[in-house]
């Protein structure tokens, strides 16, 4: 909000908040006054969009949390092909896991390890499944 101050002559001045902790001449008597800040100055809300901080380029090691992430929610679609859904997550995992020391990536690292973790354990119950199924008559391919 606007300051009024009252020169030395007598002129009542009305700063703008811009102008406030700033010298300004009063249009009556031509001498300059710095105008007293009132309050601390509001400070600028910045919108900062965390992943684009820094313009565009990804941080340095985001890139495996990434895949690490990716291939955990690919990892979860793919455990119904029992060895391609085992192969997935287990990569995702140890990209996930190498990821964790980067602290800039550690959320994304950790979810990928959970989603990785959950896609692995599918991945295993659904081999095992399989094989139980197979080695016991019961799966038979629609035969
Ligand atoms: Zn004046």
């Known amino acids: ?40 100055p509001t400070p600028i809300p910045v919108m ?29 679609l793919a455990w119904l092909i029992a060895c391609g859904g085992l192969i997935i997550s287990i990569v995702g995992l140890v990209l996930s896991a190498i990821s964790l020391k980067n602290p800039a990536a550690r959320g994304m690292a950790i979810a990928g390890l959970v989603l990785n973790i959950i896609g692995l354990v599918l991945s295993i119950i659904n081999a095992a499944l399989g094989a139980y199924l197979g080695a016991t008559g019961q799966l038979n391919f629609g035969q």
């Open 1 to 40: 909000m606007p300051v009024q101050i009252t020169c030395g002559c007598g002129t009542k001045l009305d700063i703008p908040d811009h102008l406030i902790g700033k010298p300004v001449q009063c249009p009556g008597c031509g001498s300059v006054q710095t105008v007293p800040a009132m309050a601390p």
């Open 48 to 76: 900062v969009n965390p992943g684009y901080a820094y313009g565009a380029q990804p941080q340095p090691g985001k890139g495996k949390a990434i895949a690490g992430l990716v291939l955990g929610i690919v990892g979860l």
